[in-house]
């Protein structure tokens, strides 16, 4: 059993020896290239080369917001926003029933038209339409204009062309039976549909001219219930 064992031992003792001597690297062996560790060195490139092209990545990134501020689309959407911003405002200043809020944004030669012609009604400079929206305000104690989405839910409409925007609207509200004009009209509330053309400024923040294409029907009807106020 002696013998036996301190055989067993003197294999066990060569076997590891043997595996130690093959798989020892030396210093002056050769590595396997997929244990060689990575460096820049390793690279294709020269110093030189990889100096540029971070530099040159460098300047993209600095130059890319200044790009964005002035690609074309980028430039016809705030054009837009600032143009639909005015004229939202414009339609929310309906509500305030003054005539003063309606014509806040108006430009110095701004003008108003109601469509079609055949209603035989005049244009209006800034002056005129405060006091057509005078008389228009005292029929109603409420007063909004709506604009009515179409299949697409898009209610307002801008055309870059010509700084335009567009959109068909639901306006009326609750009639003031207090006031003479109110009271004459016999309604408890009026209501109607016009289409919008609103013409901006060059900067978008001003109103140039209104064109109201009216319901002529209802635009008849009013003024016949009305007539006798004006007569």
Known sequence: MHVTSRLTALRHSDLSTNLCSTTSITPNSTVPPLLKPFTMSNLPFTASEIRLATLGLVSIAA??????AFWPGKKQTSNQDIRIQTFNTFLESYSTLRPEALTCLASPDFSHAVLPLSLNLPSRTLAPFQQHATQVFSLFSSFCLLPIPNGADEAIHF???TDTVIA???????????????????????WTECVLFVRMSEDGKRIVEVREFVDSKKAEELRLRLS????
């Not at 068909?168 to 009026?190: F, R, Y």
């Open 63 to 68: 130059l890319l917001p200044i790009l964005y």
């Open 168 to 190: 068909h609207c639901k306006m009326g509200g609750k009639v003031n039976a207090q006031s003479e004009m109110g009271g004459v009209l016999g309604l408890e509330e009026w």
């Open 228 to 231: 006798a106020v004006f007569e």
């Open 159 to 161: 055309s870059p062309d």
